[in-house]
């Protein structure tokens, strides 16, 4: 992981509990329960928003990195943590997804991203939060594929050019997280196409608060509250 850190957006977040994420999301009583995470990882199950049939709204927990339906099971040799919007209709990973309306809402409570220091080398991470949400949803899509021994089913998360803000912080690739509006979160679950395409924006960076947090995130073991205290910066 560690080479990775800093190049993937976005690729550590932090997540609610299960009772947070039912009462911002209005979700009907769902079977499962857990605790916040404060750093979640790529490959863990991680909880998202979707419709079920009915067009209600209901929680899974999905393997994160997504598996398309053609791929039998198995997690692709590239990574598919994030779906580019560039690519998100017509990507051979993500059309699939996109044209089947499988769009899923990764609910957070902050992500992380690194800045490259001057030195060229140094990464310091940072802890992004919005002042306009306390729990907000990623824009995300989701599928399901058949493995040998079970169904898998997981999730990717929406990544997009990078506002100001995010600009000076993830400073090597200029990517955003696409984070949803809460009056545009039912548009991205059950609008058409059209609809849902139109709401993945730039966050606007003033509603966005970056903090300075400890390198002990860079390790995916790591899972504590400190882990979101800031720091000073190197």
């Known amino acids: 992981h560690l080479e990775t850190i800093g190049i993937r957006m976005c690729g550590r977040y932090a ?3 299960d009772a947070s994420i039912e009462r911002e999301f209005n979700l009907v009583r769902t079977e499962w329960q857990f605790p916040p995470s404060y750093n979640v990882a790529p490959t863990q199950n991680v909880p998202v928003v979707r419709v079920n049939q009915n067009g209600e ?13 053609w791929a039998k099971g198995v997690q692709p040799k ?20 996109w044209k089947r309306g499988q769009r899923c809402i990764l609910p957070a409570t902050g992500f992380y991203e690194w800045q490259l220091l001057p030195d060229g080398k140094t990464k310091q991470p940072y802890y992004i939060t919005l002042n306009d949400q306390d729990i907000f949803g990623f824009a995300g899509l989701w599928d399901s594929s058949v493995g040998p021994d079970a169904v898998v089913e997981s999730c990717t998360i929406v990544t997009m050019p990078a506002n100001k803000l995010m600009t000076e912080i993830h400073n090597v690739k ?32 003033t509603h966005m608060v970056a903090t300075p947090v400890s390198k002990r995130v860079n390790t995916p ?8 205290t800031p720091v000073r910066s190197a």
């Open 15 to 17: 997540s609610p509990d």
């Open 57 to 69: 709204r209901t929680g899974a927990r999905l393997h994160w990195g997504l598996i398309p339906f």
């Open 78 to 97: 590239y990574s598919t943590i994030n779906a580019t919007v560039e690519k998100l209709k017509d990507g051979a990973t993500w059309r699939g997804p």
């Open 174 to 205: 200029h990517r955003m997280p696409a984070i949803l509006a809460q009056e545009d979160r039912d548009a991205w679950l059950t609008g058409n196409p059209d609809e849902a395409f139109k709401v993945i924006k730039q966050y606007p960076d």
């Open 221 to 228: 073991k790591s899972n504590d509250a400190e882990l979101i």
